[in-house]
């Protein structure tokens, strides 16, 4: 039978890093609160099918929904006219080029706020500089338009967000990201919690029991998103 907390589990800040169960957590997915944002507690989180999500006058909160939306590597879809826009050269992509910029943008660009408060920005920044996270940008000329950030643990991507300030920047950054971690070994894309832009474009869920034994295997491979050379096309 399914877990349920009663009260989600106080983390103290500057503990050494841990979770309880992602099973214990309630009907909202909420599995601890407190901690910090440290480099050890973040990836550990990753690593455990956990993801931080909160507003700025409240402690980190801790979440592993259920289910859980994953992008399938070989079936990110792309529909005709963004395939004909991709096509066009409209976009250009880069990777790891300007993190903080692209992080900057999904939480300032939003009508219904943001959870990308100071703590976070500080806490994912330092993951990059690490090597834990990257982000592909979408450029027309030199304008940044789009992009997407997440961490890596492995054959494991979360995505955390993305922007547009293009039409289409948002799916073309997707489809780039997807399809060229996906040519370095990464096997699973999660993308946490399903919309319906994320379902057009090919998400599914899946539980969070499935979900994190597949993360736990996809930690546990060797891969180097060092140097990606973003491309949206499928190989031959």
Do not use: N
Not at 159 to 188: I, N, P, Q, W, Y
Not at 199 to 217: L, N
Request: charged share 20%; net charge negative.
């Amino acid at each position: 039978m399914k877990g349920r907390a009663s009260l989600p589990v106080f983390l103290p800040p500057g503990t050494l890093p841990w979770f309880p169960e992602v099973d214990g957590a309630d009907s909202d997915g909420l599995v601890a609160v407190g901690g910090d944002l440290s480099p050890e507690r973040l990836l550990l989180a990753y690593e455990k099918g956990i993801f931080p999500w909160f507003d700025d006058d409240v402690p980190p909160l801790w979440w592993s929904p259920d289910p859980r939306a994953v992008v399938p590597v070989r079936h990110v879809h792309v529909s005709r006219r963004l395939a004909r826009r991709l096509r066009q050269g409209v976009f250009q992509f880069t990777w790891d080029t300007a993190f903080r910029d692209v992080m900057t943008a999904c939480g300032s660009e939003r009508e219904e706020g943001t959870w990308i408060v100071e703590q976070m920005l500080a806490g994912y920044l330092r993951l990059h500089e690490l090597g834990h996270a990257h982000s592909l940008e979408v450029w027309i000329g030199a304008d940044l338009v789009g992009g997407i950030y997440g961490v890596q643990r492995g054959a494991l991507f979360a995505a955390e967000s993305m922007f547009h300030r293009e039409t289409d920047a948002s799916k073309a950054a997707l489809v780039a990201c997807v399809r060229s971690v996906a040519r370095h070994g990464v096997t699973l894309f999660d993308v946490q919690m399903m919309t319906s832009h994320l379902e057009s474009m090919g998400a599914v869920t899946v539980p969070r029991a499935r979900y994190v034994t597949d993360a736990a295997t996809a930690c546990g491979v060797p891969v180097d998103l060092a140097d990606v050379e973003p491309r949206w096309e499928l190989d031959a």
